[in-house]
């Protein structure tokens, strides 16, 4: 049977099918890019061995497009954001499977790109890709790929951390700018060029969910604010824990060109997905000592407190305005923004 | 906002936007119908204990045409295709994650019938539902619905089967009748109508490979010979474990209707998939308490001693024909079947 042709293939509907093909590109590229011993035996299935008997688990499919933008691509994205989603839990991710759906006609030579970038994200994050699928649909029935990845993470015995813990008093804290991530991704598909290219802010966050997990025992839950923004993140955390969240618009910090960005494309910053931050709740004693700990990190150096928690039976997030007025932050109002992840 | 409209409505793109629509149909379909109570939190993971620190971890995503089709539906499938990934690793499926990619325009009621069927198969196979995603693709970009889940079960200490096991002398079986899935979607298909109507043969295995553990202990590995059927479960097995295989046609049961349609859409029975049947090797001494075990099971009456483990440099699968004659079983030749998983 002929090598893969990987510079001028492309995808071809035996690549799904369970035969021969499907094993040389399953050996030819996934095995040999992810390199990981569970995932070589050609089973069905990894065997793992974790530290202990508690774990999260988490899964996200990514169908984000353009599939290359600006900090990122789809391969990157799938392994940052079911990292993140395990490891705001307080969990350590560990393991992710790997799920591809592929549309015949998609180049080779992409795919190949692509896998090699999640593989280099698996890397850098200490995760391991362990298992995984690959499904071809016909043309036109698709988008290129879709990847669907799934992780588990190991959870030290007593950790909580919960949507449904923030309590009048607490302290609300984001780790960086909002926005980026989906600003990137619209001007990439608009077509606008900017002074500075905005990038995605696309990042494995479990370095620094670690250094907040040791700074601050009184931390009650984190959230990576993607589809819906923070401002979905913080509605969902003021409905689950029955409580109102005040937020200070001036402690929230936007890149320019995202502030700019936005204007020219009618989108509000805090609606916008972000995939390499977070938000966090505490208790307020703790509020310095983890703020400290988030900025001595790479990926939380303009962290910053923007808000608190606060009784209120409507569950309302309320922010006060640059211009010194209140306002309601709402879920999502207006046009959605398809595909962003 | 108004409620879901579930008996016309149909998929928008706002509802994989992160937005209030987002929310309304994760809480209103997906939490109301698998009903976990780790699922119920609003959270972007679930927090799982595990009875011993050892698992089994796979994937599948499910792109079958037509999603409905005689014996099951994607949704029972993508339940089925991953307990018994992890089944036939040894482990007892717990837990699986669910990954949605929704074309929009796609009717509501289809994809509640869908959940909803998913949801009946967990229960039946004893697994929980906890974690999940929902993602909306612009029409002409996805096909309807496909799925993704990923499994975890528990491995008992000191259990291993693998591909690599099968030793010369040993004894090959399965479970039943072969292609009867392969057939029965591309009956569907084609529209051919039989006498008897072809069904799906989609089933949950870990039942039964919980009995074929417990009956033989030198069960070597399992196998579920979906894509490519059983020549390509055969054929991985000769290669991971550096053997031949010797099997029987005759053995070998084929429902009279499968044998039929097969000869009238140019398909081989051995090439087909199947989704409820499994393949094993075990050492020649324990063969007949696993074969009485497997039958004794109501997804093993059919089960048969179809050959054997032989020393084979070339790592041949060969097959006594019907007629007396030998052939080379080798992976599928001829045209794939395309999403028929």
Redesign the interface.
Known sequence: MAGIDWQHGVVE??H????????QLIEELFIAEFADPEAR???????????????????????ISPLFFPGGDIGSLAVHGTVN??A??G?TPL?L?????LEAGFKLAELKRIVQSMAAAARAAGVRI????T????R????GV?I?T?G?GA?PAGR?L???LARPGDRVLISGSMGDHGVAIMAARAGLSFDTRIESDSAALNGLTAVMLAAAPGLRLM??P????LA?ALN?IA??SGVGLRIREAAIPVQEEVRGACELLGLDPLYV?NEGKLMAVVAAEDAPALLAAMRAHPLGREAAIIGEVVADPRHFVEMETVFGGRRIVD??AGE??????
């Open positions: 509907l035996a799904g099918a369970g035969g021969r093909s499907m094993a035996g050609l089973e069905d299935q990894a065997s793992l061995t974790l530290p202990g008997t508690a774990i999260a688990m988490s899964t996200d499919s990514f169908v989603d395990v705001v839990s969990a393991y499977s790997a799920g591809f759906i362990v298992t995984g699928d499904k071809v649909v016909e036109g029935k698709g988008d879709f669907n799934a588990i959870l909580r919960s949507a449904t959230r990576d993607t589809r819906g923004g979905a969902e409905q689950a997905a879920w999502m959605p923004l398809p595909r962003i992840c």
